[in-house]
């Protein structure tokens, strides 16, 4: 098959299938000064009407927005305040909710020397891959001991992607700085 | 007994006419029009139903009460309802009267995502609980044994553990203890539960009570993906699933093949696969280097196994064994004789048998299929122990007892597990099962018994007697035989087939058991000293067999030694020769997953070898259906397969360069080897392909009624003792590598007979001394009954003291010097491992 000639500039010849273009009328007159800046005082009177309101800035980082109680952020793992022990039992069944597949958890047996947990098993490994997390909250849904919740963090960004699949210490971990929570009724 | 005949009737459940055998269980029959009753209790493998838990209530249109499913065979014109109101509200019943005593575990519990109670409970329960009272509470979890966990917590108490160890493994070990709510499943004495094929409840109970310790908290359903393939630890070559997660087996599971294992496994194809990811394993190629070995890269190592064997040339043999698949034999056998030059190479230990008895032997006529054994008029069980040679046989032989009423006869030289199942026992002389096979033959046509019979060691008339027992059991009888009564001659064993005339019976034949986990296998693909692929004549004429290989190497006649999966200072007759063959090749060559003793001191090159979960390839059983191995896992560390370092190794050393992909190899089996011409791999997928269904009949030459070669059994005189040997079922490297199954791998014991530890002054777990001019070992007395006097059976295949360190055929056994207050824990071992 031998290339297609190539179209050059000086020999296109459109078809049949012309487009007509319509084109606005030429600028000039009182009707093109108006365009000019009739439009454009349009705009100004938003500009200026928010102006007279006050500044909606907020300062982020250095302030930072207050999130509803239900808002789904970073999850936290729990323990139970009197005994210290883990919630978490390893049962996978936050990973079977995971619609992003992103949790991975391998279990392991609590001994009489070593308990982390309060039931036969605890998760040796539990891991979230806050990348692929979508925020769906199901993984809080699913836990039978509430040793899941989501949480109010949502600065999540980092440097590398790896450094985004929490482990469960940084689960357990209170974040360094709490999230704003709204008032009742704000 | 022949198999039942079976009538189609119609029914109707839920509306919808169905197609089903005749008195077939209803629940089963539901299913055949898409209906499922749920059942707890009710599993067809462990026989007639109990009617237990009566979770499968249904209505039967003019039945005025609810029947249960399981236990109703389906009739012609039967109408029946499953989701009716009554039946629905019965069964919502069922599931909350079991759920009264069971604890809500799921999220700690092993059996969680893949439980049968969960799914039922959640079909066809109400969906709410009523009841506050307190629950039933037991101490848990225990152990049940070192492989298995009890939550009797758990239990719903359906019978399923108990009639299996009842009725199908016929150890009679697990019973239901107390009375009413107070029930619960244990051993009579709470001693641990161990036995063979113990693992099998596992997968048996349909909630969380038993549970695997290997695999506690390993992984869940979800976590994990199941990957088919075989176990390759044993010939039975069960059907599993390797449950992988994150590259590594975490399980191994049964995959049901009525014609193979019928749905169970032995404890060791169930556990020992922990031997894959154990450190000890070899997962790089290693050479000797200054008399140390040494991890090296794998060009290194090439190249070095090239030079060793150009320098050989024709002076290389090769054993192969273990779990070599059949293309790996066929590459041996080309690198050996194609390329080397060398026509020496066995897959035996034993005396080779000529090629004409190998060719009669593999005769579709004679060849018998496992099921064959369920349902034959008898089964003559000759010179093997079926739960140390074959595991899984054992289960279907007690199967066709039991349920089919087989007549089990036995003869063999040491006693065996069957002995109480079987109607007439014989034994005779350790390594004479040829003479005794002779001497049943003539016992048949009424011909001269005496002779043949003293040879074996057996009393004529006791031969006579099992002689007159399978001739009075029918016509259809399957033979099962040890490989070990091929030592040399097959005439025997074919006189005896002839005699019975098995070649012309439907539903009789010979199922002969190998040494090596795919010995038929092998053999077909030709690793044989006096067979090519599928027993065409040699291309280099006869090499030496195993024997004449280690006599010549270690008179410097031969020079190199490649071993592929075995190592025969550990699993071969003779020791002290094989010591000597090892001690004088200037080059070894071993295939080797652990450091076995003849590998670790005397190869000079080792290449890593796979694992069963990670082989591709084909194997063939000892019945003729060559299965297809998959791999589940990738290959651990450096190890490379097999098969293809034995093409690189043709290429290097100037052969042709074969096929680039497993599958092409498998091709070349196929075309090469006469007896699998015309399968594909395609069609081995799931269940495999025996050839000899697909084959026709050998029209076997002239009858030229080859004459007995008796060899005449020894006695024992002067206060020795003859010795016989075996392999346990729980020896090899594997058991010994696997954590969990490490406690039962054998140390070396002598089985006596009371009369002569009477005689010798020894006591039951006493340690004692065996020794012949050969050599000498140290042994724990293990008193039997059942064992012949005059004899002594040793342990082959063991890490140190294996049987195959003395010659006999007599022995002198005497009190060890003591010293070593040893004797208690041996003993405490030994309750444990035959509780
Ligand atoms: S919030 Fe949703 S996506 Fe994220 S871990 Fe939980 S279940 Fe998975
Ligand atoms: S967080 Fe909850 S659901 Fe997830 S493994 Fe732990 S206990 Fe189970
Ligand atoms: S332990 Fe399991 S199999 Fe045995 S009776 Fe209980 S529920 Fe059934
Ligand atoms: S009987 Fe043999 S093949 Fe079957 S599971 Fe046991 S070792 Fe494996
Ligand atoms: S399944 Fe029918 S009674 Fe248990």
New binding site residues.
Partial sequence: MSPAPSPSKGNWTPGDDQIAVQRAPEPGGAGGAYRAFGETLRGLKTTFARVVEGVNTIQYPEEKVAVYPRFRGRHKLHRFEESGLEKCVGCSLCAAACPADCIRVVAAENTPEMRVSAGERYAAVYEINLSRCIFCGYCEVACPFDAITMGHDYELSDYNRSDLIFTKEMLLAEPLEATPLRAQGE | MPRPHQNLITFSVDGREVQAPENMMLADAAKLGDVEIPVFCYEPKLGHPVGACRMCLVEIEGIPKLQTACSTAVKDGMVVHTQSERARVAQQAVVEFLLINHPLDCPVCDKGGECPLQDITFGWGGGKSRFIEPKRHFRKPLELSPLIAIDRERCILCYRCVRYSQEVAEDYQLVLLERGENTFVGTFDGHPYVAPFSGNIIELCPVGALTSRPYRFRARPWDIEGSGS?????????N?TFTVRDDRVLR?L?RDHHEV?DG???????F?YQAVHVDERITAPMIRDGGELRTVSWERALAEATSGLRRAGAKTAALAGGGATNEEGLLLGRLLRDVLGSPHLDSRSGGAVSLADWRALSDPALAATVSDLEFANAVLVLDCEPVDD????ELRIRKGVRRNGVALLLASARPSALDPSATETLRFAPGRGAELAWALAAALQDGAVDAPAAAAGASAEEVRKLARALREAGEEIVILYGEQLLDGDAGGLLALADALGIAEIEGAGLIGIPEA?NGRGLREAGVLPNGGPGFSAPPLGDGLDAAAIAAKLGDGELSALYLLGVDPLRSFPDAGAWEQALEHATTVIAHAAFLTPGVREHATVIFPAESSAEKEGTVTHPDGRVQRLRPAIGHPGDVRAEWRTLSELARLLGGAAGPATAAGVSAELFASVGLYNGLELEELAGHGVRWPARAPAVARSGEAAAKPKLRRAAQAKGGRLLLGSYRS?WAGPEVEASPALRFLAPRQRVELSPRDAAKLGVLHGEEVLVSDDQGELRATVVLRDSTPSGTAFLERDLARDGANRLRGPLVEVRTAPSGNGDVETLLGEEELTHA
């Fill in positions: 075989l176990c390759t630890l044993c010939p039975a070559q069960c599993v191994v049964a294992d169970w496994l032995c404890d060791k194809g169930r020992a074959a595991p899984i046989l986990a079922i």
